[in-house]
């Protein structure tokens, strides 16, 4: 009886091991094939459980996913793909060809229902917040002009107060004045004084 070589060195080497291993098994050479089930099958069966959800149902996938790495491996080509995800690949395939034939789709019990989180806003604060919004725009429209356009370049428009001042040709310190009087009227409109 061989003995099994050591553990692989390096993550490369480990690469290298599995893909002399592969092609040898497409020469139909066993010891490759136990080579490649040493290095591999851990990594494939918590693919096929992951995604059977069921380890008797894994166990029987992983058993037709060495099937078919014996079968397919001297279609293998090490310049398309790294070996491990060539044999992912037809783990995760096969594991869910399994959960279709048994018809195991992934559902949540019906008690997570009222767990599950709506996007939309409730009806009472969507109405709260369109008052709010018609509420903002009401006062805005009773403030002096300039500091409405300044508040509405600012908050609306994402204008720095430089910017404003630039555009409006006024200094730097009048800009914030005139939004910080706004800003203060405006308030006071909405706080119903």
Not at 74 to 86: E, L
Not at 88 to 95: C, E, G, M, V, Y
Not at 125 to 150: F, K, N, P, S, Y
Request: charged share 25%; aromatic share 6%.
């Amino acid at each position: 009886m061989a003995v099994p070589p050591a553990a692989p060195s390096s993550p490369q080497a480990a690469r290298t091991i599995l893909v002399e291993a592969l092609i040898r098994t497409g020469e139909e050479d066993r010891d490759a094939f136990r080579t490649v089930y040493r290095l591999t099958s851990a990594k494939l069966f918590g693919i096929c459980l992951r995604i059977c959800e069921d380890r008797q149902g894994a166990e029987d996938v992983l058993h037709d996913v060495y099937l078919t790495i014996w079968h397919r491996a001297g279609a293998y080509q090490p310049g398309r793909a790294s070996p491990i995800s060539w044999l992912a690949t037809i783990a995760r395939n096969r594991a869910i060809d399994w959960r279709r034939r048994h018809g195991r789709a992934r559902t949540a019990p019906v008690e997570a229902a009222d767990a599950m989180p709506d996007p939309a806003a409730a009806q009472d604060e969507a109405l709260i917040a369109d008052e709010q919004r018609a509420r903002l725009h009401d006062c805005l429209e009773t403030i002096e002009v300039r500091q409405r356009g300044a508040i509405r370049s600012a908050f609306f428009g994402g204008l720095t107060y430089a910017e404003l001042a630039v555009a409006q040709a006024v200094p730097l310190g009048t800009m914030k004045s005139w939004v910080r009087r706004g800003l203060l009227a405006l308030r006071g409109c909405l706080d119903g004084e």
